[in-house]
Antibody, heavy 114, light 112 residues
Framework: QVQLVESGGGLVKPGGSLRLSCAASGFTFSDYYMSWIRQAPGKGLEWVSYISSSGSTIYYADSVKGRFTISRDNAKNSLYLQMNSLRAEDTAVYYC???????WGQGTLVTVSS | DIVMTQTPLSLSVTPGQPASISCKSS???????????LYWYLQKPGQSPQLLIYEVSNRFSGVPDRFSGSGSGTDFTLKISRVEAEDVGVYYC?????????FGQGTRLEIK
C-alpha cells in the first residue's frame, strides 16, 4: 500500500539547519508531484513547498523562500527538504504528501529553540 | 493568495445526527480544465490528516458514504449524514487551483 515515511526532525538552535527526508513506497514515485506541509503545535495546516514529478518545477511559501530547498531523487523514491536559517516560527510537524495531500506521512517534528 | 474560510470553527453533534461544514474561497476554484480543486481532510486526534473528498464531491477510497461534498465556484459544503464517534477530529478544506496551496482554519467536531 502507499506509504510515506518522514525522518530527520529534531531539536535545532535558531539559525541552524536540518535536512528532512521522506521515503515513498507502494506507488510509482516518479509519476507524482510531491509537497511538504507543516503544522505548528496546536495550529492548522500550512503548505510549505511543491516539486513536480521530474523535479523541474518548484514552488515555496513566502515564509520559507530563500531558506528552504526541496528536492527529490526518483531513483531512490525519496523526497527531501533542506532547511537553513531556521527560526522559532518554523517549529512544527512536517508532513510529506503525495500531490497536495492524497496521502500523508506520519510527520516529523522540528523544534527550533535555544 | 486564495483565502479559505470555514464555518463553524467548532461543532458539537449527538451521534446519529447530521453535521455540516461550510468552506468559502476568496476566488473561484473552477479551473479551465473543468475540474474544481477543492478538497476535504479529516485530522483525527494524534494522527496525520486523511483525505475524505477530492474535487468537491468525490469520496476517496474507503471513505464511508455518510460523508458527502457539494458546491461550486467559491462555496462548498461537507456533510456527514449521521455522525459517529469515530468522526471526531478537525476538518480542513483546501484549494490547489493556485499556488500557494491554502487551507481553511479547520473545524473541530466533537461528540455530545
Amino acid at each position: 500500500q502507499v506509504q510515506l515515511v518522514e525522518s530527520g526532525g529534531g531539536l535545532v538552535k535558531p539559525g541552524g539547519s536540518l535536512r528532512l527526508s521522506c521515503a515513498a513506497s507502494g506507488f510509482t514515485f516518479s509519476d507524482y508531484y510531491m509537497s511538504w506541509i507543516r503544522q505548528a503545535p496546536g495550529k492548522g495546516l500550512e503548505w510549505v513547498s511543491y516539486i513536480s514529478s521530474s523535479g523541474s518545477t518548484i514552488y515555496y511559501a513566502d515564509s520559507v523562500k530563500g531558506r528552504f530547498t526541496i528536492s527529490r531523487d526518483n531513483a531512490k523514491n525519496s523526497l527531501y527538504l533542506q532547511m537553513n536559517s531556521l527560526r522559532a516560527e518554523d517549529t512544527a510537524v512536517y508532513y510529506c504528501a503525495r500531490e497536495a495531500g492524497i496521502c500523508w506521512g506520519q510527520g516529523t517534528l522540528v523544534t527550533v529553540s535555544s | 493568495d486564495i483565502v479559505m474560510t470555514q464555518t463553524p470553527l467548532s461543532l458539537s453533534v449527538t451521534p446519529g445526527q447530521p453535521a455540516s461544514i461550510s468552506c468559502k474561497s476568496s476566488q473561484s476554484l473552477l479551473h479551465s480544465d473543468g475540474k474544481t480543486y477543492l478538497y476535504w481532510y479529516l485530522q483525527k486526534p494524534g494522527q496525520s490528516p486523511q483525505l475524505l473528498i477530492y474535487e468537491v464531491s468525490n469520496r476517496f477510497s474507503g471513505v464511508p458514504d455518510r460523508f458527502s461534498g457539494s458546491g461550486s465556484g467559491t462555496d462548498f459544503t461537507l456533510k456527514i449524514s449521521r455522525v459517529e464517534a469515530e468522526d471526531v477530529g478537525v476538518y480542513y478544506c483546501m484549494q490547489s487551483i493556485q499556488l500557494p496551496i491554502t487551507f481553511g482554519q479547520g473545524t473541530r467536531l466533537e461528540i455530545k
